[in-house]
Nanobody, 125 residues
Framework: QVQLADAGGGFVQPGGSLRLSCTAS????????VAWFRQAPGKEREFVAARRWSGGNTVYADFVKGRCSISRDTTYSAVYLQIDNLKPEDTAVYFCAVGRPILSTIRTTAAYYYWGQGTQVTVSS
């Protein structure tokens, strides 16, 4: 049984940084794409970033481009999302997700079949 665990959220002041982590049991990330989505209260879940390890594609949403990066550990057992210069509008629950999307569907929730439980990120002064 595959389970994802995302962690690393917290309370941070505007301009700060966070590194979220996603670990998995039951799979290793090297043959999948890993994505991060977020959901703010009253809003739909939205795409943040994704990376396909096999194809080498990395995609970022416009609102995080230039201040966000996805990385992994050397054994493909953990994936990280680093977000810098956090803004109050980044406040949301962040979810990691795993799937095998094609490039045209990499930003869609339907392309992913395993999800973490979410980790809260709150950006406030």
């Amino acid at each position: 049984q595959v389970q994802l665990a995302d962690a690393g959220g917290g309370f941070v002041q505007p301009g700060g940084s966070l590194r979220l982590s996603c670990t998995a049991s039951g799979l290793t990330f090297n043959s999948y794409a890993v994505a991060w989505f977020r959901q703010a209260p009253g809003k739909e879940r939205e795409f943040v970033a994704a990376r396909r390890w096999s194809g080498g594609n990395t995609v970022y949403a416009d609102f995080v481009k230039g201040r966000c990066s996805i990385s992994r550990d050397t054994t493909y057992s953990a994936v990280y999302l680093q977000i810098d210069n956090l803004k109050p509008e980044d406040t949301a629950v962040y979810f990691c997700a795993v799937g095998r999307p094609i490039l045209s569907t990499i930003r869609t929730t339907a392309a992913y079949y395993y999800w973490g439980q979410g980790t809260q990120v709150t950006v406030s002064s």
